[in-house]
């Protein structure tokens, strides 16, 4: 904010009517003397005021307001701005608001890209720190990140059908971002779709359980829990004979 050049009969009170001139209290003014009061002779002649110079301190979203507000003059537009700014996150999010938003928003963002590119320069001309700038105007901003991404998915639909790259329109960093951030979740997405989901232990292992099982229940072994598969001597049967007696003599006449 530019210097302004307040009189008074005493410092104290230029400094007083600097506050007032800017709408603000002490402890947000800063200023310089240029001169001193003076009595003068006898305190009729050479009697002069105290002279200083005063501003409001620097301060980020006034300093910015100022700027956006004297830009929105020359264009002889009402806009209203309304800032968030964070400056443990150092962001400034910035919301403009008023009749002509079409106007001010352009073809394809184009005029609210300027506006954002200038604000940030200005916001960041002085600053040791990068403050990122977002500007938006009716939430152009959501709406068109919703458009990105429906493109991003019917090029990459086509791109899929057709076997070949597919060209769009160029786009500004921030456009080309979303889209590069789409196609990526995209490829993604298909790959885990592509993996063939693993089975749990149980039906994983189930071949293995049944072919032991078949060994053994092969045949000549028996089934588990048969007689036959107590084992060998286990399945044999006692065989009875009968021992006749032999018969010997001579035969009768």
């Known amino acids: 904010m530019e210097f302004i050049e ?4 005493t410092v104290e009170e230029a400094i007083t009517n600097a506050q007032i001139q800017l709408g603000t209290t002490s402890d947000k003014i800063e200023y310089e003397i240029i001169e001193r009061e003076s009595n003068g002779f006898l305190g009729i002649i050479g009697k002069k005021d105290a002279v200083i110079k005063a501003r409001k301190k620097s301060n980020l979203v006034d300093d910015t307001l100022e700027f956006l507000d004297k830009m929105f003059a020359a264009m002889e537009m009402e806009v209203k701005s309304t800032i968030d700014y964070s400056e443990e996150n150092r962001t400034m999010n910035i919301d403009f608001s ?3 938003m079409g ?10 890209d300027s506006l954002q590119y200038l604000t940030s320069l200005v916001v960041n001309k002085d600053e040791e720190k990068y403050t990122r700038v977002v500007v ?8 068109r990140e919703d458009a990105l991404v429906t493109l991003a998915k019917r090029t990459a639909q086509k791109a899929t059908k057709y076997k070949k790259n597919m060209i769009i329109e160029p786009k500004n960093p921030y456009e080309r971002r979303i889209i590069h951030l789409r196609n990526l979740a995209e490829k993604e997405a298909k790959k885990e779709a592509k993996k063939e989901p693993q089975a749990p232990a149980g039906v994983r292992n189930s071949g293995a359980v049944r072919r032991i099982a078949e060994k053994k229940g092969r045949p000549g072994q028996g089934k588990p829990g048969s007689d036959r598969a107590k084992g060998p001597a286990a399945g044999k049967q006692k065989t009875r004979r009968e021992h006749k007696p032999r018969v010997t003599g001579k035969r009768g006449n």
């Not at 106007?103 to 609210?112: S, W, Y």
């Not at 105007?137 to 959501?142: G, I, Q, V």
Request: no cysteine.
């Open 103 to 112: 106007i001010l928003i352009g073809k394809r963002g184009q005029t609210l």
């Open 6 to 9: 307040v009189r008074g009969k």
């Open 136 to 143: 938006d105007a009716e939430n152009y901003r959501e709406r």
């Open 98 to 100: 008023g009749d002509e």
